[in-house]
């Protein structure tokens, strides 16, 4: 059990259409961070989230962006949906004080 | 800029076989984290094990071991006595040392290790 739990599981979406996907931790994991995986590929650094403010990104256009919010909950955000951002997604957070980041089970992403 | 190598894109083993999973890493911090998580297909990245870059104490939990060399910047993973469980793709991942609350993964491609009965 790492704590972390993704909604929904699994989703289809059409392209130029939005998505929310949403993330919650428990009490403590006071760093969030969301990462995309495509398939056959290793997971991609979208962006963290530290105590509500964004403070690292990685190479992803702005049309993704995200919340956090002090209940340790964060959503992710993609608007305009390509084709190309079919793929799992992946809530990842940290416990304050330890070192080890750990994973929800994801949320797999079907852009039609 | 950092980066992991996974070099092996699938492994095939049988039963109760030994394996060891190769990564390699490049960074130009002086502290950093190394991690191998392990994915089954149901997607979940589960966490193996974590590695401070300055303990290379090598590292054993059942049938997993870890083999952490800086002067090849390789932590390598072997499985012992290998199950068909073991089934999954194994990721190496590699972080800075949260200096600034940066936490930021780099992860490999990862290995597709088999285990046939």
């Known amino acids: 059990e790492t704590g972390v739990t993704q909604s929904p599981t699994h989703l289809i979406k059409t392209r130029g259409q939005q998505v929310t996907l949403r993330c919650s931790s428990q009490?403590?994991?006071?760093?969030v961070s969301w990462y995309q995986q495509a398939l056959g590929q290793g997971p991609q650094f979208i962006f963290q989230?530290?105590?509500?403010?964004?403070?690292g990104r990685g190479n992803f256009p702005p049309r993704f962006s995200g919340l956090q919010f002090p209940n340790y909950s964060s959503e992710l955000n993609v608007n305009a949906l390509e084709l190309d951002d079919s793929a799992l997604y992946l809530c990842?957070?940290?416990?304050?004080?330890?070192?080890?980041?750990?994973f929800g089970e994801g949320s797999w992403l079907t852009v039609v | 800029a950092q980066k992991v190598t996974q070099a092996q894109t699938e492994i095939s083993v049988v039963e109760k076989e030994d394996v060891t999973l190769d990564c390699v890493y490049e960074?130009?911090?002086?502290?950093?984290?190394l991690f191998w998580y392990k994915q089954p297909p149901s997607g979940e990245l589960v966490f193996l094990i974590r590695?401070?870059?300055?303990?290379?104490q090598n590292e054993i939990s059942g049938r997993y071991s870890w083999n952490f060399q800086k002067s090849t910047s390789s932590f390598n993973f072997t499985i012992t006595a290998s199950q068909v469980v073991d089934s999954a793709v194994y990721f190496c991942?590699?972080?800075?040392?949260?200096?600034?609350?940066?936490?930021?993964?780099?992860f490999g491609k990862g290995t597709l290790l088999t285990v046939n009965p």
């Open positions: 960074t130009r911090d002086t502290t950093y984290y």
């Open positions: 991942a590699l972080s800075e040392a949260g200096g600034g609350s940066n936490y930021k993964l780099t």
């Open positions: 990842a957070s940290r416990i304050q004080g330890i070192n080890t980041i750990y």
């Open positions: 590695r401070n870059s300055f303990d290379e």
């Open positions: 009490s403590g994991h006071n760093t």
């Open positions: 989230y530290y105590r509500e403010e964004e403070n």
